[in-house]
């Protein structure tokens, strides 16, 4: 299973999306620190849930990390996030 389908499968259970969007951007940094062959390793997500009401930017940033640690810690070099309540 790639990294992003993980990802997928997390946040999916975790805040039942509205609307999900993972984009692989790797190969946008060939040459950077934290690249590596193959790809997955910076990803670009978006994400919408009724699960983020009430929460600020940083309390919806840190619930998404919580999620995805496993994969920010071992795979994941950078991460773009935008989550945002319905």
Known sequence: ????DKMR???????APSSLSITDESEQHRGHSG??????THFRIEIRSAGFAGMNRVARQRAV???LSEELAEQVHALSLSAEPE
């Open 1 to 4: 299973m790639s990294v992003a």
């Open 9 to 15: 499968e997390k946040l999916e259970s975790a805040f």
């Open 35 to 40: 690249y590596r062959e193959g790809g997955e």
């Open 65 to 67: 990390y919580d999620v």
